[in-house]
């Protein structure tokens, strides 16, 4: 399978604050996969880096190509990126504008811009804000908003630095299930940066950082089976997991559950 990140030895100081030592680590194509780290633990750093905002030490590798200023053109076209805090980032009038501004900067014709709009519209449910001011918009459908504009022009790569932090748990989920079927389905690989161990339950590897380092890298079912790998990087593992673990200690479960109906419906057979 391609690799679609490749980082070998990276060493990066802010000033005389180091922030990686040695750190390595793949992201396999057509993957979900979630960088975990506690606050202050480099993910954000990590994500100019793999960007190309600032320069380490080491060459980073991304979608086969070195992240360097003379391919920073066509790594946009491949890659997109979600924020979390949106408000700085629209510039058109309409959310319809704002989806299309996109797409004409890249000379899309009116009639694919006319029908992508429509698909993404449909897609996130948000046919019912396209004619809205976005900054009138409340914090969950701005975040739609963005999550749109990133996804409409099918990127390869899709990057989320803590970008699904202001919607609300039924529309997270939702997106975060989209976003496991375009995966499946080979069209997107996503990296998701967060500190929230549960949204981890929708991905197919963890990376966790800390100390500097990448701690451990692995599927998500190895990465559960331990419980310190979360403590020692100040982090709390999934609660359905967490759960899982307790019920086992008293013998009424023999294994991780990463979904609460399953759990509860294997509990009362």
């Known amino acids: 399978m391609k690799k679609v990140v490749k980082i070998e ?6 000033k005389d604050e180091e922030v990686f030592k040695n750190l390595s680590l793949e992201i ?25 905002i600032i320069r380490g030490n080491s060459v980073i590798m991304l979608n086969n190509l070195p992240v360097v200023k003379e391919n920073f053109n066509r790594i946009r076209k491949e890659v997109s990126i979600v924020f979390e805090n949106n408000d700085q980032c629209f510039v058109a009038e309409t959310v319809m504008d704002e989806l299309a501004f996109t797409l004409e900067n890249l000379n899309y ?18 046919e019912n804000i396209l004619e ?8 969950n459908d701005k975040q739609l908003i963005a999550i749109a504009t990133s996804l409409i022009t099918k990127p390869k790569i899709l990057i989320i630095d803590e970008g699904l932090n202001d919607l609300n748990e039924i529309d997270k989920i939702r997106i975060l299930k ?38 451990i890298s692995d599927t998500k079912e190895e990465v559960y089976k331990d419980e310190n790998n979360f403590t020692k990087a100040h982090l709390e593992l999934p609660f359905i997991i967490n759960l899982s673990k307790k019920l086992q200690f008293y013998n009424l479960l023999d294994k991780d559950y990463q ?10 057979k």
């Open 9 to 14: 030895d990276l060493n990066f100081k802010y």
């Open 178 to 215: 989209l976003l496991k079927t375009k995966t499946k389905n080979k069209e997107l690989t996503i990296i998701y940066l967060t500190h929230n161990a549960n949204d981890s339950l929708y991905s197919d590897n963890i990376i966790i950082l800390n100390n500097k380092k990448v701690l």
């Open 109 to 126: 014709s009116k009639e694919k811009i006319k029908q992508r709009i429509d698909e993404i519209s449909k897609t996130l449910k948000i």
């Open 259 to 268: 979904d609460a109906e399953k759990m509860v419906n294997d509990l009362w």
């Open 132 to 139: 809205k001011e976005p900054h009138t918009l409340n914090e």
């Open 28 to 52: 396999k194509e057509n993957t979900f996969t979630t960088i975990l780290g506690a606050n202050g633990s480099g993910k954000t750093t990590l994500l100019k880096l793999l960007i190309g």
